[in-house]
Nanobody, 120 residues
Framework: QVQLVESGGGLVQPGGSLRLSCQAS????????MGWYRQAPGKQREFVAL???????DYVDSVKGRFTISRAGDMSAVYLQMNSLKPEDTAVYYC??????????????WGQGTQVAVSS
């Protein structure tokens, strides 16, 4: 059974930094890409950043230059380094992975979410 376990959220002051981690496990055959989404109160979930299994990355415009996504070499984990945090970055951050297992074809999997709060 696939599991995505996130860690690293918390409360930080504006201008501060946090590093999110997501560890994937459970009968994984191959991972095409992993990424992060976020959902602020009263808003829809939005894409934040993605890294592919060949190292290509993509970011939503609002985090470019501030956030950096990286991955473990075997794609077992993905990280999000968040610098220069702003109050508008406050949200629940969800790890996402598009992968196939040894018994199931490709599909998207989600972590349980980790809260990031940016406030003075």
């Amino acid at each position: 059974q696939v599991q995505l376990v996130e860690s690293g959220g918390g409360l930080v002051q504006p201008g501060g930094s946090l590093r999110l981690s997501c560890q994937a496990s459970g009968g994984i055959g191959g991972i095409a890409n992993m990424g992060w989404y976020r959902q602020a109160p009263g808003k829809q979930r939005e894409f934040v950043a993605l890294v592919t299994n060949v190292g290509n990355t993509d970011y939503v415009d609002s985090v470019k230059g501030r956030f950096t996504i990286s991955r473990a070499g075997d794609m077992s984990a993905v990280y999000l380094q968040m610098n220069s945090l702003k109050p508008e970055d406050t949200a629940v951050y969800y790890c996402n992975a598009n992968l196939h297992t040894f018994v199931l074809g490709p599909r998207a999997y989600w972590g349980q979410g980790t809260q990031v709060a940016v406030s003075s």
